[in-house]
């Protein structure tokens, strides 16, 4: 043993990582206020199923996540829950932390299908790293407008949509199943 005293090199201090953001619920009224407030082309939904928000180590909101029934009729049959609206400050990360959290929470409700939309001109990595997956491209629509029933412009008629899914196994196995079983023919009355 030496009674020299220890070099730096030994004494690193300790680097403390930034806190992480969180992810907590939110009310249908912080998210769309946050909505309002950062969404470029869309204003708030109609209503929610549930919100998520993502905080900073601050307790700021720097994402919010809202949650909904599918838009499409034929999307909404109990089991599929729909991502309607995603806002970020653009922290890195931000999107991909909240899909994934979202998707958790429905699955746990009973949810085993999420489906979302985007613009095709827009970046889709943080759903590619959240696990989803392209079902398909949608062409611009003509307008929601019609001469029976007017409807306001929502903004999104004049792009191409991608549609994304992300399922539980059960939905998978379900819904090939499905297509594998030939249906069966039905017997009339009287014949055999």
Not at 42 to 60: A, D, I, K, M, V
Request: glycine share 8%.
């Amino acid at each position: 043993m030496t009674d020299q005293p220890e070099t730096s090199a030994h004494h690193r201090p300790l680097r403390r990582r930034p806190a992480r953001p969180r992810v907590r619920p939110i009310s249908y009224r912080q998210a769309c206020a946050y909505i309002s407030a950062h969404h470029q082309q869309l204003e708030r939904p109609q209503g929610h199923t549930f919100s998520l928000g993502l905080t900073n180590h601050t307790g700021n909101l720097i994402g919010v996540a809202m949650v909904g029934r599918p838009d499409a009729r034929h999307h909404d049959d109990g089991l599929t829950a729909e991502v309607t609206r995603l806002a970020t400050d653009g922290p890195r990360n931000a999107c991909s932390v909240l899909l994934a959290a979202a998707w958790r929470v429905a699955r746990r409700m009973g949810y085993q299908r999420m489906i979302t939309y985007t613009r095709t001109d827009r970046p889709a990595a943080g759903l590619r790293a959240a696990g989803w997956k392209v079902v398909t491209e949608t062409p611009p629509a003509r307008g929601r407008n019609r001469l029976s029933r007017h409807r306001a412009p929502r903004g999104t008629s004049d792009a191409t949509r991608t549609h994304w899914q992300v399922t539980t196994e059960d939905w998978r196995t379900r819904t090939e199943a499905a297509g594998r079983v030939p249906r069966q023919a039905r017997e009339e009355p009287g014949q055999w």
